[in-house]
């Protein structure tokens, strides 16, 4: 199985802050890296597939990067509605795997 | 539009088994590369892959889970079912059925509102 490490585990930062949340591959993933986003009490919503590609609706402040083993996902400037737990996950091969979750919380 | 939901108990023995249903429209499951996975979650923890089934009938499953799963559809009903055999306290969670993108490289880019289910004498 490929392991999806996700550090930090959470932080806490301010609104306007620029957040990043890096990912790791325990073995070559190509581009297959997909985030999510999880408010509590809901189900988890795609925000980043292939690497960098927004899903629609998902406001530009969001960015993703990254190659091979290591990824990271960029909040420009956090606001309000972003605080809530962030998961990788890979899909280049089965069985698929994610991260165990960054929480984003309000400093 | 493509939506999911799933259904199913709420409350489980231990050493049951839990059948969960994942009804869903805006796609069929006899379309070339369609496919609908199963998530899952213990409360306060994180995402769990268990499950996938193709449009082919092409299956695979969790290998730590595998020797209690089994995943089918149902074309006609537009529904794929979980089904988990002699289920355990720690297999409280909330389930959820999600579509993946239909080509390479894939995604879930659509989630059913999750189940939670509670395995408790």
């Known amino acids: ?107 | 539009q493509i939506t999911l939901k799933e259904s199913g108990p709420t409350l489980v023995k231990p050493t049951q088994t839990l059948t969960l249903t994942c009804t869903f429209s805006g796609f069929s499951l006899t379309t070339n590369g369609v496919s609908v996975g199963w998530i899952r979650q213990p409360p306060g923890k994180a995402l769990e892959w268990l499950a996938l089934i193709y449009w082919n009938d092409d299956k695979h499953y969790s290998p730590s889970l595998k020797s209690s799963l089994t995943i089918t559809k149902d074309t006609s009903k537009n529904q794929v079912v979980l089904t988990m055999t002699n289920i355990d306290p720690v297999d409280t969670a909330t389930y959820y059925c999600a579509h993946q993108h239909h080509l390479e490289p894939r995604y879930f880019d659509y989630w059913g509102q999750g189940i939670l289910v509670t395995v408790s004498a």
């Open chain 1, 1 to 107: 199985d490929i392991q999806m490490t996700q550090s930090p585990s959470s932080l806490s930062a301010s609104v306007g802050d620029r957040v990043t949340i890096t990912c790791r591959a325990s073995q070559s993933i190509s581009n297959y890296l997909n985030w999510y986003q999880q408010k509590p009490g809901k189900a988890p919503k795609l925000l980043i597939y292939v690497v960098s590609n927004l899903q629609s609706g998902v406001p530009s402040r969001f960015s993703g990067s990254g190659s091979g083993t290591d990824f990271t996902l960029t909040i420009s400037s956090l606001q309000p509605e972003d605080f809530a737990t962030y998961y990788c996950q890979q899909s280049y091969n089965v069985p698929r795997t994610f991260g165990q979750g960054t929480k984003v919380e309000i400093k």
